[in-house]
T-cell receptor, first 114, second 113 residues
Framework: KAGVTQTPRYLIKTRGQQVTLSCSPI?????VSWYQQTPGQGLQFLFE?????QRNKGNFPGRFSGRQFSNSRSEMNVSTLELGDSALYLC???WGTGSYNEQFFGPGTRLTVL | GENVEQHPSTLSVQEGDSAVIKCTYS??????FPWYKQELGKGPQLIID?????GEKKDQRIAVTLNKTAKHFSLHITETQPEDSAVYFC????????????FGKGTHLIIQP
């Protein structure tokens, strides 16, 4: 069974630009969660999508948004990039909604904002 | 919201010895506690988890213990091997998903040959 895939793996952007990251969950998984990982703040929850609906959202500004398609693939968008948005963005998929379901992480997208 | 503290931040042990990583959580409603291992350049990988109705769980060389009264849980790795070198994260959640998983800051485990 193929794991969670994320594209692109690396991305370099400049301040003020916007970026879209993509995540394909494990086949059969309907929930996709997004996390931001930085050396200072560690792993922080961004949001969760299940059946094309955002179920939960972490404490991030509105510049961070996402969506989920009917095939469960998900995209995350960050607008008006800031230097502090440089991070590893991880998505995790699970069979059901709710963080008590076993979550499988992808390799992440390394975003660098210059 | 939930807050998870993890100690130590770095742990160096001799190959073959045991390693113990400890975490405490703040929200008594938390009921699911997974542990993840992250190797360089990869995403976190679930290695073991425990739910609040269980006090201990073991899987080969890895075990996790949970003390709900004291609100702490620990990861135990016995007979450590070089491939155990990685960053380990504990996490907690009340299962409702409102805050997703709340992670500790991680422990860099170094296995000395």
């Amino acid at each position: 069974k193929a794991g969670v895939t994320q594209t692109p793996r690396y991305l370099i952007k400049t301040r003020g630009q916007q970026v879209t990251l993509s995540c394909s969950p494990i086949s059969g998984h309907r929930s996709v969660s997004w996390y931001q990982q930085t050396p200072g703040q560690g792993l922080q929850f961004l949001f969760e999508y299940f059946s094309e609906t955002q179920r939960n959202k972490g404490n991030f500004p509105g510049r961070f948004s996402g969506r989920q398609f009917s095939n469960s693939r998900s995209e995350m968008n960050v607008s008006t990039l800031e230097l502090g948005d440089s991070a590893l963005y991880l998505c995790a998929s699970s069979w059901g909604t709710g963080s008590y379901n076993e979550q499988f992480f992808g390799p992440g997208t390394r975003l660098t904002v210059l | 919201g939930e807050n998870v503290e993890q100690h130590p931040s770095t742990l160096s042990v001799q190959e073959g010895d045991s390693a113990v990583i400890k975490c405490t959580y703040s929200d008594s409603a938390s009921n699911y506690f997974p542990w993840y291992k992250q190797e360089l350049g990869k995403g976190p990988q679930l290695i073991i988890d425990i739910r609040s109705n269980v006090g201990e769980k073991k899987d080969q060389r890895i075990a996790v213990t949970l003390n709900k009264t004291a609100k702490h849980f620990s990861l135990h790795i016995t007979e450590t091997q070089p491939e155990d070198s990685a960053v380990y994260f504990c996490a907690a959640t009340d299962g409702g998903g409102a805050d997703g998983l709340t992670f500790g800051k991680g422990t860099h485990l170094i296995i000395q040959p």
